[in-house]
């Protein structure tokens, strides 16, 4: 006696489909089937796409001293662990920063170059600043001294004789706070740098500092970035204190009335976080070798 052979389909992961399951199996199993398959499809999906779908995040640009000196690395994940955010940084000089944010490309600026970031708002582009912290400048150079800075008690005086001797200066070049403090010595100084002793570098902290090792020669750069600054070489920390070398830093949210796809509530709370104590005890704590790199000075 014959028998009729049914024919059993191959459901592979490719064709798994609830068309397919409802072909291959008895209409009465076919919805149970499809329960276990959804089941079985959710236990195996990656955990890290319904993550990446909820995470919430900023993006901040900030100068390179504040990535260079460490400081991000310190008191960031204290933020993300509190509030859940993420914070994505674009290191770059303050002009560049604040073009960043003229165009809507971020969602925050934490710079140091007030007249700028005073601008930035006036014109619309920022909600508020609010002060952050601060640290100063420091003049650093070859140990031999060739300008002679030592006795030397005025930051203008000291910048005139560098380029009375001609002794090589590395630039930053590149409109960052630290290159428009430079600017504002030599205008004190009365001086137009200028010549082969002039070497303007068109790079961050970090790059200028390592073609002042190489040359050797002097430079201009906040204390931050030069306490954690590892390739000194014949540098040595030349001149400070003067109190044109005050170094403030302030941030603000970009303006979500001119960029509305601007993430308002969650750059606000970055900014409120960083102006409260918890925030403020962050940016103290942190120290290289016992030495604090920055001090807190929101109101």
């Known amino acids: 006696m014959g028998q009729t052979h049914r024919k059993r389909a191959h459901i592979s992961p490719a064709n798994w489909s609830g068309r397919m399951v409802c072909r291959t199996i008895s209409p009465p199993r076919c919805s149970l089937h499809l329960r276990l398959a959804f089941g079985i499809a959710m236990l195996v999906a990656p955990p890290f796409a319904t ?4 995470q919430e995040f900023i993006t901040v640009a900030s100068t390179t001293s504040t990535e260079n000196s460490g400081l991000f690395r310190h008191i960031l994940p204290l933020f ?8 994505r940084i674009v290191a770059q000089g303050t002009g560049q920063a604040l073009e960043t944010g003229r165009r809507g490309d971020v969602d925050v600026v934490f710079v140091h170059a007030r007249t700028q970031e005073d601008a930035f708002v006036a014109a619309g582009y920022g909600v508020a600043r609010f002060d952050v912290m601060y640290n100063d400048f420091v003049i650093v150079g070859p140990a031999g ?4 800075l030592a006795g030397i008690d005025d930051a203008a005086a000291a910048m005139a004789a560098i380029a009375q001797a001609e002794a090589p200066f590395a630039s930053r070049g590149d409109d960052s706070g630290t290159h428009a403090a430079e600017m504002r010595l030599w205008a004190a100084a009365g001086i137009e740098p200028e010549g082969r002793w002039y070497l303007s570098t068109g790079s961050g902290m970090g790059a200028t500092l390592n073609m002042a090792v190489q ?9 931050g970035t030069w306490l954690s600054f590892r390739n000194r070489g014949s540098l040595e920390l030349l001149f400070e204190g003067d109190s044109m070398l005050h170094n403030p830093y302030g941030i603000i949210l970009v303006d979500p009335a001119r960029h509305p796809h601007i993430k308002a ?12 104590s918890a925030g403020q005890e962050a940016i103290a704590g942190y120290r290289i070798d016992g030495e604090q790199l920055f001090f807190p000075n929101a109101e």
């Open 51 to 54: 993550q990446a779908a909820t």
């Open 80 to 87: 993300e662990h509190e509030t859940g955010i993420t914070v």
């Open 145 to 148: 001294d060739p300008a002679g």
């Open 215 to 223: 040359v050797p020669a002097y430079a201009l750069t906040d204390r």
């Open 265 to 276: 509530g969650q750059g606000q709370t970055f900014i409120d976080w960083l102006i409260s």
